[in-house]
Nanobody
Framework: QVHLVESGGGLVQAGDSLRLSCAATGYTFPNAAVGWFRQAPGKEREFVATISRRDQITYYTDAVKGRFTISRDNAEKTVYLQMNRLKPEDTAVYYC???????????????????WGRGTQVTVSS
């Protein structure tokens, strides 16, 4: 079992930065691929970034490449999402997800996520 709690969201202006954190409990965390997803009002939840279990290979959706960076600290059981040069279209609830059954690349499909956090709101004003 993995329990996830996100933090770090807020209201910022376009061009600003935010750092999201996802704290995990559960002994399986180092063995789980983890990722960040987001859901805007009226839209489906979508993949943002994932990171592999131990060698920290990362994957990003095209919309955030070069602006967002995902990282993880297995000792602290925490996953981060550094978000730079934020845009109004980044506004969404951001969710942390973990999956023990698939590798990080396949975790980009939300259907492969085994555990979800409750989300943190990110709002970017223009």
């Amino acid at each position: 079992q993995v329990h996830l709690v996100e933090s770090g969201g807020g209201l910022v202006q376009a061009g600003d930065s935010l750092r999201l954190s996802c704290a995990a409990t559960g002994y399986t965390f180092p063995n789980a691929a983890v990722g960040w997803f987001r859901q805007a009002p009226g839209k489906e939840r979508e993949f943002v970034a994932t990171i592999s279990r131990r060698d920290q290979i990362t994957y990003y959706t095209d919309a955030v490449k070069g602006r967002f960076t995902i990282s993880r600290d297995n000792a602290e059981k925490t996953v981060y999402l550094q978000m730079n040069r934020l845009k109004p279209e980044d506004t969404a609830v951001y969710y942390c997800g973990a999956g023990a059954r698939v590798a990080a690349e396949r975790l980009s499909n939300p259907e492969n996520v085994d555990y979800w956090g409750r989300g943190t709101q990110v709002t970017v004003s223009s």
